[in-house]
């Protein structure tokens, strides 16, 4: 028998394989990562599957990214094993992120989060013990299998000059990939998306979260909208000139966390207890008051930008970008406070949390209020806390007080403005053991009925504080104006669950008045027997031509209660907004509605011309206006 030929050469084919596997490595190990994130983030795994299959280019942009992230990594450290499992922890925990974020907040992870690391850790401190034990493991367990791999696993040593070259090449092919796929506008577009096209959520769910990410990043910039020119504000500002303004009231704001109407349901009872909206239905119901609904940005969360929209009369959803309104208020601002100030009032604001909670240290100086007060200076968590944040207690002991010492030292009026935080999310066990606070006859679980027991609980002790405050400004002699609103509907843990289980008239997929209604929070503005001999504005009320339903946005309702206390000519943007309301008092990116209470998708011709100079305004207020004073 002949001897094996053992000097046969193997086929080219096998040993391009064995030359290059390492990279056919990276490309399997990146197919696997994105398969992951698809099964932690899809919602409809097998519908995105169809849309995969009849777009095969989005299996690869959602690929691309991994891919790259993976070989420069790996040019980097030179370190298979660890550039895999870097990438690995990076983007899993991206698409964990993404899933925690959308059951909360039914909002995508967006770049902008990003930039919210401090924020996202302080909430985090509040979830359950059980569920911060798994998130502590989670991190633990990534950071051993990155020092390993690090440490241990085989450095295969390419040359440095293979090195720099590879990472040359790998940044080159990232930008270019970037700069022609991932802004590109009408491509992301091109791609279908399941169910509803407006809502974020699902462009994620449809086109998935790497591909829907990146494409996020590149369109985050602000860019001064179509036809504007910075000459056209210049003069009408410099010709405004601020009248005087006598018997002006103390005003109250206060902006309470995730306040809503939610108890307002035919399936849900309180006869057996008390109603957790009793107070503030008895207010919005009084003939001292003024109420209906607001139009905020966000659902779930987004705290910022209503406090924004509403100081400002400037809309965030205009802006057109993800990142919160307030990141781009960096020098000052000509918002209310500043103008109160200018016709004699004290301003202070009020944020029982950390000054640094979107930036607000810097903001809040930069809208002209003169005093601040934050949780670092003002407040004790040890004593007046609960679950992780300051109490509705010691947040109205603070306004009242400083009001009250105002009122007996001070001659000039107060606007004092309050952000509360007690009912901040996640509502598991949010508040302790507490007894069931309501009856439905629509069976729910142990753990949704402690849900909505938690949040009725923080709604019910913001709504007995809000009465406090009333009860103060009832015996006052000096006019007081209460303004209250809430900032966004809550996210609970499970999803969008409640409300198709209670049947309630919202739908992030439904009509666009069910759309509508997941960013429609309570108002009312209320004004004391004294304010009320100086200020009837119930009565002018009637000539504001407010909508029959009460909902405007959230933008007006700075401008309307200025409107109220007849302070027309107190600044030309709120007088504009208040006569854009009157043709345009609802609308969001996608849905329109007029004075009559019609919906649409598509707005009119005058409509479109009031966005248009609205958002030209707000470019101008952040970027282009010089304030002096």
């Not at 995508?108 to 013990?129: H, N, S, W, Y």
């Not at 309104?325 to 944020?351: K, V």
């Not at 966004?488 to 669950?497: A, I």
């Amino acid at each position: 028998m002949p001897e094996p030929d053992l000097t046969k050469k193997e086929s080219p084919w096998v040993s391009f394989l064995k030359k290059h596997s390492i990279w056919l490595v990276f490309v399997i190990t990146s197919i696997v990562i994105t398969g992951l994130v698809f099964l932690i983030t899809s919602e409809h795994l097998y519908l995105l599957a169809i849309n995969i299959l009849k777009n095969p280019t989005l299996l690869f942009f959602n690929i691309l990214p991994v891919f790259l992230f993976i070989g420069l990594a790996y040019f980097l450290s030179g370190r298979m094993v660890f550039s895999i499992t870097l990438t690995s922890a990076v983007f899993i925990l991206f698409a964990i992120v993404d899933k925690v974020k959308i059951t909360m907040r039914q909002e995508p992870l967006l770049p902008a989060d990003l930039t919210l690391f401090k924020e996202a850790v302080t909430i985090v401190k509040t979830f359950p013990p059980f569920q911060l034990f798994l998130i502590t493991l989670l991190l633990i367990t990534l950071l051993v299998a990155l020092f390993l791999t690090f440490r241990f696993a085989k450095k295969e040593s390419p040359s440095w000059k293979t090195r720099i070259f590879g990472f040359i090449i790998f940044l080159a092919i990232g930008y270019s990939a970037n700069a022609f796929w991932y802004t590109d506008k009408e491509l992301y577009g091109k791609y279908p998306t399941i169910e509803n096209p407006y809502f974020q959520v699902n462009q994620y769910n449809s086109k998935g979260l790497i591909y829907s990410f990146c494409h996020q990043f590149n369109i985050t910039r602000v860019t001064p909208p179509e036809g504007y020119n910075k000459s056209t504000f210049d003069e009408i500002e410099e010709e405004y000139v601020v009248s005087s303004m006598e018997n002006k009231p103390n005003i109250i704001m206060i902006m309470g966390e995730a306040f809503s109407d939610l108890s307002n349901n035919p399936n849900i009872d309180f006869s057996n207890y008390q109603d957790p909206l009793k107070n503030f239905k008895e207010m919005a119901s009084s003939e001292n008051a003024v109420s209906g609904k607001i139009v905020v940005s966000n659902f779930g969360g987004g705290t910022s930008n209503t406090e924004y929209d509403v100081l400002t009369a400037c809309p965030t959803r205009y802006l057109n970008n993800p990142l919160p309104s307030y990141n781009f208020i960096r020098q000052p601002f000509d918002a209310l406070p500043r103008r109160l100030a200018q016709i004699g009032y004290e301003t202070q604001a009020i944020h029982p949390g950390y000054q640094w909670f979107y930036n607000r240290q810097n903001v809040y100086p930069n809208l002209g209020f003169e005093t601040c007060y934050f949780l670092e200076d003002s407040f004790d968590l040890a004593s007046q806390g609960v679950g992780g944040y300051i109490n509705e207690t010691a947040t109205m002991d603070m306004i009242i007080d400083t009001l009250d010492n105002h009122l007996k030292t001070k001659d000039n009026p107060l606007f004092s403005f309050t952000v509360t935080i007690q009912n901040h999310g996640p509502y598991e066990n949010r508040f302790g053991t507490q007894p069931q606070n309501f009856d439905t006859s629509i069976p729910l679980s142990n753990t949704e009925r402690d849900l909505l027991t938690q949040y009725f609980k923080g709604i019910s002790d913001a709504d007995k504080e809000l009465a406090r405050l009333r009860d103060y400004a009832a015996t006052s002699s000096e006019p007081i104006v209460i303004v209250y609103f809430g900032d966004h509907l809550p996210g609970f843990s499970n999803g969008m669950d409640f409300f198709d289980i209670l049947d309630y008239p919202i739908d992030a997929n439904g009509t666009l008045e069910e759309r509508l209604a997941l960013y429609e929070t309570p108002f009312l503005i209320w004004q004391n027997d004294a304010a009320k001999a100086q200020y009837a504005f119930t009565e002018t009320a009637a000539t504001t031509n407010l909508p029959d339903s009460g909902i405007i946005n959230a933008h007006y309702l700075g401008a309307l209660l200025t409107q109220l206390l007849g302070m027309e000519g107190l600044s030309p943007l709120y007088d504009y907004v208040n006569e854009a309301r009157l043709d345009l008092p609802v609308s969001t990116n996608t849905i329109f509605v007029d004075n009559a209470g019609n919906f649409t998708e598509i707005p009119n011709g005058s409509q479109i011309e009031k966005i248009k100079k609205l958002s030209s305004w707000q470019y101008y207020k952040l970027f282009d206006q010089i304030v002096t004073n």
